[in-house]
């Protein structure tokens, strides 16, 4: 076997490992569904959906705000959701006159209220600048989530809620969240418009 061939292998495996276990977890499909409940409270009371992560889990955090904004499942009323990760100009000025730690905090200071969700993604659990997002919103009495792997870091303590993969590899934490936060993001659709969700 080459050795590409056996890195395919080794990956898919992982893959595979990790998702039965995350399967079988009943504490993360609890999690996952106390977190479509807090949101689908949070925007029947007015309120709005804040995500944040770096690299790779910013890609995430945009990817969810996204889908809420526009559509997952079925056409709807777009979900108020906002990506702290896209505003390069408060991102750049905060970092500069304040330092990188502070971009999503000072953002989530800025335009988050109580009763608004915090999504803090983070694959180490460790993030500076996520665990600082994660205290603000504590802070103004924000329902706190959290995605990561692992041990679960810093955010395993702090959040109100928290989705820990099952696998300290990067990689395959991030294909855990996103799988999740399709789950959730479909259940709040079908929460928010039940007349118009399709048949399962």
């Known amino acids: 076997?080459?050795?590409?061939?056996?890195?395919?292998?080794?990956?898919?495996?992982?893959?595979?490992?990790?998702?039965?276990?995350?399967?079988?977890?009943?504490?993360?499909r609890a999690a996952m569904l106390g977190m479509a409940e807090d949101i689908t409270a949070s925007m029947r009371a007015g309120g709005k959906?804040?995500?944040?992560?770096?690299g790779g889990s910013a890609a995430d955090a945009q990817h969810i705000a996204g889908e809420f904004i526009s559509r997952l499942m079925f056409d709807h009323a777009p979900l108020p959701s906002v990506a702290l990760t896209t505003d390069t100009s408060a991102m750049t000025a905060t970092g500069n006159d304040y330092g990188y730690e502070h971009v999503f905090s000072r953002q989530v200071l800025g335009i988050g209220r109580k009763g608004d969700v915090l999504l803090a993604i983070s694959t180490s659990g460790n993030s500076p600048n996520v665990v600082r997002a994660i205290e603000a919103a504590r802070g103004l009495g924000m329902v706190v989530h959290?995605?990561?792997?692992?041990?679960?870091?810093?955010?395993?303590?702090?959040?109100?809620?928290?989705?820990?993969?099952?696998?300290?590899?990067?990689?395959?934490i991030q294909q855990i969240h996103i799988t999740v936060a399709h789950i959730v993001c479909a259940l709040v659709e079908r929460a928010m418009f039940p007349e118009q969700a399709p048949a399962i």
Request: glycine share 12%; hydrophobic share 40%; charged share 15%.
């Open 146 to 172: 959290g995605f990561t792997g692992g041990s679960g870091g810093k955010m395993a303590g702090l959040c109100d809620r928290v989705l820990i993969a099952p696998t300290p590899w990067t990689p395959v």
């Open 49 to 54: 959906y804040l995500t944040c992560g770096n």
């Open 1 to 28: 076997m080459s050795d590409a061939a056996r890195y395919t292998e080794t990956y898919l495996q992982a893959s595979r490992v990790a998702l039965d276990a995350f399967i079988a977890d009943e504490v993360a």
